[in-house]
Protein backbone atom coordinates (compact mmCIF):
# COMPACT_ATOMS: atom_id res chain seq x y z
CA UNK A 1 0.00 0.00 0.00
CA UNK A 2 1.85 3.39 -1.07
CA UNK A 3 2.32 5.72 1.62
CA UNK A 4 0.60 9.12 0.30
CA UNK A 5 3.40 11.55 -0.07
CA UNK A 6 1.96 14.43 -0.34
CA UNK A 7 0.77 13.75 3.49
CA UNK A 8 2.96 15.19 6.36
CA UNK A 9 4.77 11.99 8.55
CA UNK A 10 1.85 11.80 11.91
CA UNK A 11 3.83 12.80 14.97
CA UNK A 12 4.10 9.57 17.40
CA UNK A 13 3.60 9.59 21.19
CA UNK A 14 6.72 7.48 22.61
CA UNK A 15 5.95 5.20 25.74
CA UNK A 16 8.95 3.84 27.47
CA UNK A 17 8.42 0.62 29.84
CA UNK A 18 10.94 0.51 32.72
CA UNK A 19 9.83 -3.32 34.00
CA UNK A 20 11.25 -2.91 37.46
CA UNK A 21 10.01 -1.81 40.80
CA UNK A 22 12.13 -1.98 44.33
CA UNK A 23 9.45 -4.51 45.61
CA UNK A 24 5.53 -5.16 44.71
CA UNK A 25 3.01 -2.90 46.22
CA UNK A 26 0.13 -4.92 47.33
CA UNK A 27 -2.49 -3.54 45.31
CA UNK A 28 -0.52 -4.12 41.77
CA UNK A 29 -1.29 -5.45 38.88
CA UNK A 30 1.02 -3.79 36.63
CA UNK A 31 3.45 -5.67 34.49
CA UNK A 32 6.46 -5.38 36.74
CA UNK A 33 8.82 -6.92 38.56
CA UNK A 34 11.37 -6.50 41.47
CA UNK A 35 14.75 -5.32 40.52
CA UNK A 36 16.76 -7.79 43.27
CA UNK A 37 15.46 -10.64 40.88
CA UNK A 38 16.53 -8.88 37.42
CA UNK A 39 20.05 -9.36 38.29
CA UNK A 40 19.40 -13.02 39.12
CA UNK A 41 16.86 -14.49 36.42
CA UNK A 42 19.35 -14.30 33.69
CA UNK A 43 17.79 -11.31 32.17
CA UNK A 44 21.28 -9.18 32.59
CA UNK A 45 19.13 -6.97 34.91
CA UNK A 46 19.06 -2.91 34.70
CA UNK A 47 22.19 -2.68 32.23
CA UNK A 48 20.68 -5.41 29.56
CA UNK A 49 17.36 -3.41 29.86
CA UNK A 50 19.16 -0.06 28.92
CA UNK A 51 21.65 -1.83 26.26
CA UNK A 52 18.55 -3.06 24.58
CA UNK A 53 15.37 -0.18 24.86
CA UNK A 54 18.63 1.66 22.85
CA UNK A 55 18.66 -1.66 20.39
CA UNK A 56 14.92 -1.34 20.11
CA UNK A 57 14.91 2.74 20.08
CA UNK A 58 17.11 2.22 17.11
CA UNK A 59 15.51 -0.35 15.33
CA UNK A 60 11.77 1.52 15.10
CA UNK A 61 14.28 4.85 14.56
CA UNK A 62 15.06 3.08 11.00
CA UNK A 63 11.75 1.32 9.99
CA UNK A 64 9.75 4.82 11.05
CA UNK A 65 12.33 6.97 9.41
CA UNK A 66 12.21 5.78 5.59
CA UNK A 67 12.33 9.26 4.98
CA UNK A 68 13.86 11.09 7.16
CA UNK A 69 13.38 10.53 11.39
CA UNK A 70 9.62 10.50 12.58
CA UNK A 71 8.94 13.22 14.35
CA UNK A 72 8.15 12.51 18.04
CA UNK A 73 5.73 15.56 20.36
CA UNK A 74 5.42 13.10 23.75
CA UNK A 75 7.43 10.79 25.70
CA UNK A 76 6.26 9.04 28.26
CA UNK A 77 8.91 6.78 30.61
CA UNK A 78 6.70 4.71 32.61
CA UNK A 79 6.62 1.40 34.39
CA UNK A 80 7.05 0.13 36.86
CA UNK A 81 9.47 2.56 38.26
CA UNK A 82 11.84 4.52 35.75
CA UNK A 83 13.41 6.11 38.58
CA UNK A 84 15.53 3.11 39.09
CA UNK A 85 17.28 3.46 36.25
CA UNK A 86 21.08 4.30 36.73
CA UNK A 87 21.34 8.37 35.25
CA UNK A 88 24.08 7.37 33.05
CA UNK A 89 21.26 4.73 31.44
CA UNK A 90 18.67 7.37 31.29
CA UNK A 91 20.75 9.68 29.72
CA UNK A 92 21.97 6.94 27.33
CA UNK A 93 18.76 6.34 26.54
CA UNK A 94 17.09 10.17 25.87
CA UNK A 95 20.62 10.01 23.62
CA UNK A 96 19.33 7.27 21.63
CA UNK A 97 15.68 9.01 21.30
CA UNK A 98 17.50 12.00 20.06
CA UNK A 99 19.61 9.95 17.40
CA UNK A 100 16.74 8.08 16.24
CA UNK A 101 13.71 10.23 16.08
CA UNK A 102 13.11 13.67 15.36
CA UNK A 103 11.78 15.21 18.83
CA UNK A 104 9.92 18.40 18.11
CA UNK A 105 11.09 20.90 19.59
CA UNK A 106 8.64 21.55 23.44
CA UNK A 107 8.26 17.92 22.98
CA UNK A 108 6.69 16.97 26.27
CA UNK A 109 9.43 14.52 28.03
CA UNK A 110 7.44 12.66 31.06
CA UNK A 111 8.87 10.96 33.31
CA UNK A 112 7.43 8.71 36.39
CA UNK A 113 9.30 8.18 39.48
CA UNK A 114 8.89 6.63 43.08
CA UNK A 115 9.88 9.48 46.03
CA UNK A 116 12.10 6.20 47.53
CA UNK A 117 14.41 6.18 44.25
CA UNK A 118 14.15 9.72 42.93
CA UNK A 119 17.19 10.44 44.37
CA UNK A 120 18.88 14.27 43.52
CA UNK A 121 21.77 12.78 41.63
CA UNK A 122 18.57 11.19 39.07
CA UNK A 123 16.44 13.85 39.37
CA UNK A 124 19.15 16.73 38.00
CA UNK A 125 20.08 14.08 35.48
CA UNK A 126 16.40 13.51 34.15
CA UNK A 127 16.57 17.31 33.89
CA UNK A 128 19.32 18.06 32.56
CA UNK A 129 18.75 15.00 29.86
CA UNK A 130 15.63 16.82 28.80
CA UNK A 131 12.70 15.31 30.82
CA UNK A 132 10.56 18.16 31.63
CA UNK A 133 8.03 16.53 33.58
CA UNK A 134 7.92 14.31 36.83
CA UNK A 135 4.99 12.25 37.91
CA UNK A 136 5.79 11.19 41.50
CA UNK A 137 3.83 8.08 42.79
CA UNK A 138 3.02 9.31 46.15
CA UNK A 139 -0.67 7.40 46.28
CA UNK A 140 -0.99 8.83 50.38
CA UNK A 141 0.52 11.22 52.63
CA UNK A 142 -0.24 8.57 55.72
CA UNK A 143 2.52 6.45 56.26
CA UNK A 144 0.21 3.83 58.05
CA UNK A 145 -0.93 3.43 54.64
CA UNK A 146 1.33 3.50 53.00
CA UNK A 147 2.47 0.64 54.96
CA UNK A 148 -0.86 -0.83 54.17
CA UNK A 149 -0.39 -0.41 50.43
CA UNK A 150 3.23 -1.97 50.60
CA UNK A 151 4.77 1.04 49.17
CA UNK A 152 8.35 1.13 50.15
CA UNK A 153 8.21 5.28 51.37
CA UNK A 154 7.30 7.29 53.62
CA UNK A 155 4.91 10.41 53.21
CA UNK A 156 8.14 12.32 54.49
CA UNK A 157 10.15 10.86 51.46
CA UNK A 158 7.72 12.28 48.98
CA UNK A 159 7.78 15.55 50.21
CA UNK A 160 11.56 15.26 50.40
CA UNK A 161 11.61 13.80 46.47
CA UNK A 162 9.10 17.30 45.38
CA UNK A 163 11.52 19.70 47.36
CA UNK A 164 14.45 17.84 45.05
CA UNK A 165 12.48 18.14 41.94
CA UNK A 166 11.66 21.32 41.93
CA UNK A 167 15.55 21.94 43.22
CA UNK A 168 16.95 20.11 40.14
CA UNK A 169 14.61 22.64 37.98
CA UNK A 170 11.42 20.69 37.41
CA UNK A 171 8.40 23.18 36.66
CA UNK A 172 5.97 20.64 35.99
CA UNK A 173 5.38 18.37 38.88
CA UNK A 174 2.09 15.93 38.90
CA UNK A 175 1.70 13.41 42.07
CA UNK A 176 -0.61 10.41 41.49
CA UNK A 177 -2.94 9.60 44.91
CA UNK A 178 -5.08 7.01 45.29
CA UNK A 179 -8.43 7.14 46.90
CA UNK A 180 -10.86 4.70 48.80
CA UNK A 181 -8.30 3.18 50.93
CA UNK A 182 -9.28 0.87 53.16
CA UNK A 183 -10.73 2.17 56.52
CA UNK A 184 -10.14 5.88 54.78
CA UNK A 185 -13.21 8.12 55.69
CA UNK A 186 -13.97 11.17 53.14
CA UNK A 187 -12.51 13.69 55.48
CA UNK A 188 -9.16 11.67 55.69
CA UNK A 189 -8.99 11.78 51.80
CA UNK A 190 -10.18 15.63 51.87
CA UNK A 191 -7.09 15.78 54.50
CA UNK A 192 -5.16 14.24 52.11
CA UNK A 193 -5.62 16.57 49.03
CA UNK A 194 -4.89 19.72 50.89
CA UNK A 195 -1.61 18.13 52.28
CA UNK A 196 -1.01 17.11 48.60
CA UNK A 197 -1.90 20.68 47.70
CA UNK A 198 0.58 21.85 50.32
CA UNK A 199 3.34 20.09 48.23
CA UNK A 200 2.90 23.39 45.14
CA UNK A 201 1.92 19.93 42.50
CA UNK A 202 1.02 21.10 39.15
CA UNK A 203 -1.19 18.47 38.16
CA UNK A 204 -3.14 15.84 40.00
CA UNK A 205 -3.68 11.96 39.14
CA UNK A 206 -6.12 10.47 41.52
CA UNK A 207 -7.36 7.30 40.93
CA UNK A 208 -9.78 5.38 42.70
CA UNK A 209 -8.44 2.19 44.33
CA UNK A 210 -9.16 -1.06 42.40
CA UNK A 211 -8.75 -4.67 44.03
CA UNK A 212 -7.55 -6.46 41.04
CA UNK A 213 -7.61 -10.00 41.40
CA UNK A 214 -4.74 -12.13 43.00
CA UNK A 215 -2.97 -9.10 44.22
CA UNK A 216 -2.57 -9.34 48.33
CA UNK A 217 -4.83 -6.17 49.20
CA UNK A 218 -7.67 -8.24 46.89
CA UNK A 219 -7.19 -11.37 48.98
CA UNK A 220 -6.70 -9.46 52.36
CA UNK A 221 -9.57 -7.56 51.24
CA UNK A 222 -11.58 -11.47 50.83
CA UNK A 223 -10.34 -12.72 53.82
CA UNK A 224 -12.56 -11.70 57.18
CA UNK A 225 -9.83 -12.64 59.04
CA UNK A 226 -6.87 -10.54 57.55
CA UNK A 227 -6.90 -7.68 59.48
CA UNK A 228 -7.70 -5.07 57.00
CA UNK A 229 -9.49 -2.01 57.48
CA UNK A 230 -13.46 -2.11 55.91
CA UNK A 231 -13.32 -0.97 52.52
CA UNK A 232 -15.25 2.73 52.32
CA UNK A 233 -18.85 1.99 51.04
CA UNK A 234 -20.12 3.53 47.80
CA UNK A 235 -22.02 6.68 49.80
CA UNK A 236 -18.18 7.69 51.17
CA UNK A 237 -16.89 6.75 47.52
CA UNK A 238 -19.27 9.02 45.91
CA UNK A 239 -18.24 12.03 48.56
CA UNK A 240 -14.69 11.48 48.31
CA UNK A 241 -14.60 11.57 44.24
CA UNK A 242 -17.31 14.70 44.24
CA UNK A 243 -15.93 16.87 47.08
CA UNK A 244 -12.31 16.24 46.28
CA UNK A 245 -12.81 17.30 42.86
CA UNK A 246 -14.85 20.15 44.32
CA UNK A 247 -11.61 21.03 46.61
CA UNK A 248 -9.03 20.94 43.51
CA UNK A 249 -11.52 23.02 41.14
CA UNK A 250 -11.40 26.09 44.42
CA UNK A 251 -7.76 25.33 44.30
CA UNK A 252 -7.46 26.23 40.32
CA UNK A 253 -7.68 22.94 38.74
CA UNK A 254 -9.11 21.91 35.53
CA UNK A 255 -10.88 18.43 36.35
CA UNK A 256 -9.98 17.47 32.29
CA UNK A 257 -10.54 13.70 32.85
CA UNK A 258 -12.12 11.62 34.67
CA UNK A 259 -9.07 11.59 37.78
CA UNK A 260 -7.24 14.20 36.75
CA UNK A 261 -7.13 17.64 37.97
CA UNK A 262 -4.55 20.08 36.44
CA UNK A 263 -3.46 23.31 36.55
CA UNK A 264 -4.22 25.76 33.51
CA UNK A 265 -1.86 24.84 30.44
CA UNK A 266 -0.63 21.72 32.69
CA UNK A 267 -2.71 18.51 31.13
CA UNK A 268 -0.90 15.45 30.33
CA UNK A 269 -0.29 16.25 26.16
CA UNK A 270 0.92 12.99 25.95
CA UNK A 271 -2.28 11.20 27.51
CA UNK A 272 -4.66 13.65 26.20
CA UNK A 273 -2.72 12.34 22.05
CA UNK A 274 -3.36 8.94 22.97
CA UNK A 275 -6.93 9.37 24.32
CA UNK A 276 -7.21 11.57 21.07
CA UNK A 277 -6.19 8.39 19.31
CA UNK A 278 -3.23 9.53 17.79
CA UNK A 279 -0.30 7.49 17.17
CA UNK A 280 1.86 5.68 19.89
CA UNK A 281 4.79 3.05 20.37
CA UNK A 282 5.44 1.30 23.37
CA UNK A 283 9.25 0.26 23.68
CA UNK A 284 10.09 -2.00 26.49
CA UNK A 285 8.78 -5.21 27.81
CA UNK A 286 5.35 -5.28 27.74
CA UNK A 287 4.44 -1.66 26.22
CA UNK A 288 1.59 -1.67 23.79
CA UNK A 289 1.44 -0.05 20.95
CA UNK A 290 -1.26 1.62 18.31
CA UNK A 291 -0.13 2.95 14.93
CA UNK A 292 -2.58 4.02 12.14
CA UNK A 293 -2.11 1.85 8.88
CA UNK A 294 -0.78 4.60 7.34
CA UNK A 295 1.56 5.20 9.64
CA UNK A 296 3.19 1.19 9.21
CA UNK A 297 2.62 1.76 5.36
CA UNK A 298 4.97 4.73 5.33
CA UNK A 299 7.64 2.59 7.07
CA UNK A 300 10.21 0.29 6.58
CA UNK A 301 7.95 -2.77 7.61
CA UNK A 302 5.87 -2.58 4.71
CA UNK A 303 8.49 -4.42 2.97
CA UNK A 304 9.24 -6.73 6.12
CA UNK A 305 8.30 -10.47 5.18
CA UNK A 306 5.96 -10.79 8.31
CA UNK A 307 3.61 -13.46 6.89
CA UNK A 308 -0.35 -11.80 6.48
CA UNK A 309 0.78 -9.08 8.84
CA UNK A 310 2.97 -5.77 8.41
CA UNK A 311 2.64 -5.47 4.93
CA UNK A 312 -1.35 -4.97 5.00
CA UNK A 313 -2.00 -3.66 8.62
CA UNK A 314 -5.82 -3.58 9.29
CA UNK A 315 -6.43 -4.03 5.48
CA UNK A 316 -7.45 -0.68 5.20
CA UNK A 317 -6.18 2.70 5.28
CA UNK A 318 -8.41 3.87 7.87
CA UNK A 319 -7.44 0.97 10.73
CA UNK A 320 -4.96 0.53 13.55
CA UNK A 321 -2.71 -2.29 14.73
CA UNK A 322 -2.50 -2.54 18.16
CA UNK A 323 -0.11 -5.41 19.77
CA UNK A 324 1.83 -5.54 23.11
CA UNK A 325 5.76 -6.55 23.35
CA UNK A 326 6.59 -9.80 25.41
CA UNK A 327 6.11 -9.23 29.00
CA UNK A 328 9.32 -11.28 29.61
CA UNK A 329 12.43 -9.15 29.87
CA UNK A 330 14.59 -11.88 28.35
CA UNK A 331 11.70 -12.79 25.38
CA UNK A 332 11.76 -9.29 24.85
CA UNK A 333 15.51 -8.48 24.71
CA UNK A 334 15.75 -11.53 22.46
CA UNK A 335 13.01 -10.52 20.43
CA UNK A 336 14.82 -6.77 20.03
CA UNK A 337 18.00 -8.88 19.39
CA UNK A 338 17.24 -10.66 16.14
CA UNK A 339 14.34 -7.64 14.95
CA UNK A 340 11.32 -9.75 15.68
CA UNK A 341 9.58 -7.16 17.30
CA UNK A 342 6.44 -5.57 16.35
CA UNK A 343 2.93 -6.04 14.78
CA UNK A 344 4.01 -9.15 13.42
CA UNK A 345 5.49 -10.85 15.90
CA UNK A 346 3.35 -10.29 18.60
CA UNK A 347 0.17 -13.20 19.62
CA UNK A 348 -1.58 -10.05 20.94
CA UNK A 349 -1.96 -8.17 17.73
CA UNK A 350 -5.34 -6.54 17.23
CA UNK A 351 -6.59 -4.78 13.86
CA UNK A 352 -8.47 -2.39 14.80
CA UNK A 353 -11.41 -1.27 12.44
CA UNK A 354 -12.37 2.32 11.67
CA UNK A 355 -15.72 1.55 13.71
CA UNK A 356 -13.63 0.45 16.70
CA UNK A 357 -11.61 3.56 16.27
CA UNK A 358 -14.74 5.42 16.54
CA UNK A 359 -16.43 3.70 19.35
CA UNK A 360 -13.14 3.82 21.63
CA UNK A 361 -12.58 7.71 20.04
CA UNK A 362 -16.20 8.34 21.50
CA UNK A 363 -15.26 6.40 24.58
CA UNK A 364 -12.26 8.31 25.39
CA UNK A 365 -13.53 11.31 24.80
CA UNK A 366 -16.05 10.78 27.41
CA UNK A 367 -13.98 10.45 29.61
CA UNK A 368 -12.38 14.04 29.22
CA UNK A 369 -13.91 17.26 29.58
CA UNK A 370 -13.53 17.18 26.11
CA UNK A 371 -16.14 15.17 25.65
CA UNK A 372 -18.31 13.52 22.78
CA UNK A 373 -19.50 14.98 19.01
CA UNK A 374 -23.15 14.84 19.52
CA UNK A 375 -23.71 13.73 16.00
CA UNK A 376 -21.99 10.42 16.11
CA UNK A 377 -24.26 9.65 19.29
CA UNK A 378 -27.09 9.32 16.74
CA UNK A 379 -29.69 7.21 17.99
CA UNK A 380 -29.31 8.04 21.41
CA UNK A 381 -31.41 11.01 21.77
CA UNK A 382 -33.22 10.03 24.70
CA UNK A 383 -30.63 9.06 26.87
CA UNK A 384 -28.79 12.32 25.95
CA UNK A 385 -31.62 14.12 27.10
CA UNK A 386 -32.18 12.41 30.30
CA UNK A 387 -28.30 12.95 31.36
CA UNK A 388 -29.01 16.67 29.97
CA UNK A 389 -32.12 16.40 32.49
CA UNK A 390 -30.34 14.78 34.94
CA UNK A 391 -27.46 16.98 35.49
CA UNK A 392 -24.81 14.10 34.26
CA UNK A 393 -23.84 15.81 31.65
CA UNK A 394 -23.63 19.22 29.41
CA UNK A 395 -23.47 20.34 26.06
CA UNK A 396 -22.43 23.38 23.64
CA UNK A 397 -24.68 22.27 21.17
CA UNK A 398 -22.69 20.35 19.47
CA UNK A 399 -20.72 17.92 21.82
CA UNK A 400 -21.67 16.64 24.88
CA UNK A 401 -19.69 16.19 28.21
CA UNK A 402 -20.31 14.21 31.42
CA UNK A 403 -19.95 16.03 34.13
CA UNK A 404 -18.52 15.45 37.17
CA UNK A 405 -21.20 13.19 38.67
CA UNK A 406 -22.08 11.64 35.21
CA UNK A 407 -18.04 10.98 35.79
CA UNK A 408 -18.63 9.04 38.53
CA UNK A 409 -21.23 6.64 36.58
CA UNK A 410 -19.00 6.89 33.67
CA UNK A 411 -18.92 3.38 32.68
CA UNK A 412 -22.61 2.66 32.43
CA UNK A 413 -23.24 5.83 30.72
CA UNK A 414 -20.26 4.96 27.70
CA UNK A 415 -21.36 1.74 27.81
CA UNK A 416 -25.10 2.82 26.79
CA UNK A 417 -24.16 5.51 24.73
CA UNK A 418 -21.09 3.80 22.99
CA UNK A 419 -21.56 0.59 22.85
CA UNK A 420 -25.40 -0.55 22.90
S1 LIG B 1 5.76 1.00 42.10
FE1 LIG B 1 4.00 1.02 40.70
S2 LIG B 1 4.46 -0.54 39.15
FE2 LIG B 1 5.85 -0.87 40.89
S3 LIG B 1 4.87 -2.42 42.15
FE3 LIG B 1 4.26 -0.41 42.96
S4 LIG B 1 2.34 0.12 41.89
FE4 LIG B 1 3.31 -1.57 40.77
Excluded: K
Amino acid sequence: MPANADSPPPELSLYLHAPYCRARCRYCAFSSRPVAQAEMDGSGGMDAYVATLQDEIALWGQRLGASGPAPVSTVFFGGGTPSLLPPEGLIAILDALRRHFALAPGAEITMEANPESATPELLRAARSGGVNRLSLGVQSLDDTLLALLGRPHTAAEAARAVRDARGAGFENLSLDLIWGLPGQTPEHWLHTLRAALGLGPDHLSCYGLSLEPGTPLALAAADAHSGLPPLPGDEALERMYLDGGALLDAAGFEHYEISNHARPGRRCRHNLLCWQGRDYLGLGPAAVSTLRARTLCASALSSLPEPGTDTAPGAHDSGSLRWTNPEVPTQWAAAVRVGQIGPGHSSSREELSAQQLQQEGLMLGLRTCLGAPLNELAGHEELVRTLLERRLATTDGTRLCLTRAGMLLSSSIIEALVFE
